[in-house]
Each structure stands twice: as C-alpha cells, then as structure tokens.
C-alpha cells in the first residue's frame, strides 16, 4: 500500500513542488462523496487514488483466466454455486433485517431489506426451476 507520505515524496520530486490536478468523477454527487469519505477517513484524496491504482494494478496483474463453462455439468455446478451464494446473502440480510430495531419497522430501511429478500428469494426460485432436468 502506499502511504500518505509516500505520495507528498513523489510530489516534492517533481521538482517546483507542483502537481497536477486529478478531477474524480464529472459528477459533483460523486466527487463530493468521494472528498467527505477521504476526510472521514482522515487521508488525502491524493493518497486514496494512490492507494486505489496500486491494489487495481495489483488485481489486474494477478487476476486469474475465466474458468471453462463449455460443458453443461460445469455450467450446472457454476449455476449451483450461485445458487448457494444468493442463500448465504438472503439468510445475512434476514439476520439483518430482524436485527432492526421494532421503532423502525415501518422505516425504509426495513421495507428495503424486506424487498431484497423477496427479490433473492424469486432469483434463487428461478434458477433452482431452470436446473430441473
């Protein structure tokens, strides 16, 4: 990872001390979200884009080759693997959801949870009918 203070080197090394402006997104939503959570977060935006392009440079470097689907048995244990990743969040968002407290049970947070699972569960439904022979 690089740190902050790398980053400040690498800028005193350009000589007059001068960089270049990096514009985030040409969404103002965007990049005013993405300067409050590097303020939250107590670094630089300087250092997150840094920190950022390093790991994606990393990810892509090592990034491992598609797996092979040309045959139906490897394509139906792909389908059941999503099948019980879709389960795994359904049952972490039901947790969650019965975690909310009982003053906002008629709060948008708890209709929006409810609505994910409902979602999860058809999507779930949908492909277990798609994997009958």
Not at 8 to 15: E, P, S, T, V, Y
Not at 97 to 104: A, Q
Request: overall charge neutral.
């Amino acid at each position: 990872m690089i740190k902050e203070n790398m980053v400040l080197q690498a800028f005193n090394q350009m000589g007059d001390g001068s960089y270049k402006q990096v514009k985030v997104s040409i969404n103002s939503n965007i990049a005013s979200a993405f300067k409050q959570a590097c303020a939250a977060s107590k670094t630089s935006m300087a250092a997150t884009l840094s920190q950022f392009m390093a790991e994606f440079s990393n990810t892509t470097v090592t990034r491992k080759p598609l797996p092979d689907y040309s045959t139906r048995r490897q394509r139906r244990k792909a389908i059941q693997d999503i099948i019980k990743q879709l389960e795994l969040i359904k049952d972490c968002e039901e947790q969650y959801r019965d975690r909310i407290p009982e003053n906002l049970r008629e709060s948008m947070v708890y209709d929006r949870a409810d609505e994910l699972i409902f979602v999860l569960d058809d999507a779930i439904d949908l492909l277990v009918a798609w994997m009958v022979p």
